[in-house]
């Protein structure tokens, strides 16, 4: 094979390639495993990898990134001389600069009593190291991890809105789907296999979650994040990572049964099931507390019991309702008890997309009206002691409210609105707005949304009646 370097156009001289496969190529994948097979058979088949129950784990390899497991140092020498050999054998070196050490014990034994060669070179001990992607860390700590996180969160998701997607032009509803495919996945990479998450970095990791949506929906900084993420229909970012543990356990079960992956994760449910240590750590002990969270404990029960697994979309329709539910539950919780929230709840009552932000979607004209909006329901709230209004000098407790029930000023608008509420059928449904008490109309007005049951049409034209006159009327008001 020969190949050579193209830049601007131009071509280097030709070279032969005498070995290596062509990046991206079909093919590659399949004869970089022939090439590569019968080292991983041979690192398999020595006695010096590491054991799980009666299993060998002596290897994991992603492509070209070899990782080697040992539990004593002349187990790992013997390992390392194994790929040394191989590699010499058929012509090919392992970077000695890439390569690195990772020693998990307890600070005790530290110090590893002989250094590990690799073609005679020492190959460094590091604390932590990356593998596929993943840092490690041989003392067990992901803060590095976690603030490596959020800092390609923020970064990625600005980056994002600087090319163009940004609030002002696209509905955050857009904008919020572009950033969870675009920036979530690289910033969580792997986070199926982050354990035992401390209150500490699940803070940062939420802070940075919350930021992103104040910014996605333009409301200011200081917004209670409750209110902020609840108008998009986010999540906690807890619940992210959650389900993408959930997803991965699915994966692992749906698994053919002799594969690898499949039997450590039985070996350590059943580990962990039986109690075998005193204290368990990694996937399997985080995803039994996660399937307790969120009730689905009974599957993974089912699961060691008769081997029996829902299938990829059956489970992920779970996984989803479930999380959604249970963080439902504890969001209302939360915002029942808080006196910030008092109109707040009213308006909105799950954690769903405003109305306002589902309307501008499809009508793109009342994008401004839904921002608008949104930004009224994260700020209303009741005086302590009434205002006096200077355009029709009664006194009020909220601005809202007195500008769409009572205010002088406004009755013109204020008929105008009425006569588009009126023309909405039935003509019951008007009768039912005028008997609300003047701050659940507010609320429901705000909401863009009401209970009462409206055919499609006919609730689409009140949420926009809502839109069009609740910012017409607010404008009118600060503005004259
Ligand atoms: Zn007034």
């Not at 492509?63 to 194994?82: E, Q, V």
Request: net charge positive.
């Amino acid at each position: 094979m020969r190949s050579c370097v193209q830049f601007k156009g131009k071509c280097s001289k030709w070279f032969n390639l005498k070995r290596g496969v062509r990046q991206g190529g079909v093919l590659s994948a399949v004869f970089y495993l022939v090439f590569i097979n019968d080292l991983l058979r041979q690192l398999d088949e020595s006695p010096y990898g590491s054991m799980l129950f009666n299993l060998r784990v002596s290897s994991t390899v992603q492509a070209d990134d070899i990782a080697l497991i040992s539990t004593t140092s002349k187990g790992m020498k013997t390992l390392i001389d194994i790929c040394q050999t191989y590699s010499e054998n058929w012509g090919f070196r392992f970077s000695s600069a890439k390569s690195e050490v990772l020693k998990f014990c307890s600070s005790k034994c530290a110090i590893i009593s002989q250094s590990l060669k690799l073609y005679g070179a020492d190959i460094p001990v590091v604390t932590s190291t990356k593998h596929v992607g993943i840092i490690l860390n041989a003392e067990c700590k992901s803060m590095s991890r976690t603030l490596n996180a959020c800092r390609i969160l923020r970064a990625t998701a600005l980056s994002v809105m600087k090319s163009g997607i940004h609030p002002s032009f696209l509905n955050p509803l857009t904008c919020s789907k572009i950033v969870f495919q675009m920036c979530y996945p690289k910033a969580m990479f792997a986070c199926e296999l982050w354990y035992g998450l401390s209150n500490t970095e699940l803070t940062m990791l939420e802070r940075s979650h919350k930021y992103i949506c104040k910014i996605i929906q333009g409301l200011p900084a200081r917004t209670r994040s409750d209110k902020c993420t609840s108008l998009l229909g986010w999540l906690p970012v807890e619940c992210y990572i959650d389900k993408c543990k959930l997803q991965f356990f699915g994966r692992l079960c749906r698994m053919d049964n002799n594969l690898l992956p499949k039997r450590i994760l039985l070996l350590r449910l059943l580990e962990f099931r039986n109690k075998c240590v005193k204290k368990q750590d990694g996937f399997v002990p985080d995803l039994i507390r996660i399937a307790v969270k969120y009730d689905l404990i009974n599957f993974v029960e089912d699961f060691v019991k008769s081997g029996s697994f829902p299938s990829k979309a059956v489970w992920n329709r779970y996984i989803s309702t479930s999380i959604a539910n249970s963080e439902n539950n504890r969001w209302q919780q939360r915002i029942s008890v808080d006196s910030d929230f008092e109109i707040f709840r009213k308006i909105h009552k799950h954690i769903v997309p405003h109305r306002a932000w589902v309307i501008a979607k499809t009508n793109p004209n009342f994008r401004e009206g839904a921002k608008y909006i949104v930004d009224l329901c994260s700020v209303i709230r009741t005086e302590e002691s009434p205002l006096l209004c200077d355009k029709c000098g009664q006194f009020f407790y909220n601005v809202i409210e007195h500008i769409m029930c009572m205010c002088d000023r406004l009755s013109d608008l204020r008929a105008k609105l009425w006569e588009d509420l009126i023309s909405i059928n039935p003509i019951v449904f008007s009768v039912y707005l005028d008997n609300l008490t003047s701050s659940t109309f507010t609320a429901t007005l705000l909401s863009c949304y009401t209970e009462y049951d409206l055919d499609n049409d006919n609730s689409i034209y009140f949420s926009k009646t809502c839109i069009t006159h609740v910012q017409r009327m607010c404008s009118v008001f600060y503005n004259s």
